[in-house]
């Protein structure tokens, strides 16, 4: 067995980690360990958003609708992805947040990986539907 060979299924592997498949967040033995890029699979309730925007970006971002309607919030401008495959890309310095209007599913891809930006996740009473 080579240990730098990692085979899963996104649905399951993310929601073990918040939707996040590959990042510097996992194990430095990992081979999903990567300080290059993250990619995430979320999946993605009717409603649900981001708590809170994401300012001073300092990665590159690619984010594709697998299935569902997805918005994205960025300054001055709302971009809707409704049909698969539709896909949005924004640089540094692009202040970004993000909602779900129907059931979603998302394929995020964000470089370079770099820690800074992660969320709490809400507590039970905070929970959003």
Known sequence: MNDSVYVGKAGKD?????GWLLGHFKDA???RHSEDVEIKWGV???GDERQEWVKGEHRTALLVLISGRFRVEL???SV???EQGDYV??????DHSWVAEDESVV?????PSV???????????EAQG
């Open 14 to 18: 993310a929601a073990l980690d918040r």
């Open 29 to 31: 033995g990992d081979p």
């Open 44 to 46: 993605h309730p009717p």
């Open 75 to 77: 300054p001055g401008r």
């Open 80 to 82: 809707l992805l409704e």
């Open 89 to 94: 890309v924004w640089g540094r310095g692009v």
């Open 107 to 111: 394929l995020t891809v964000r470089w």
């Open 115 to 125: 820690p800074g930006y992660a969320v709490d996740a809400p507590g039970p009473a």
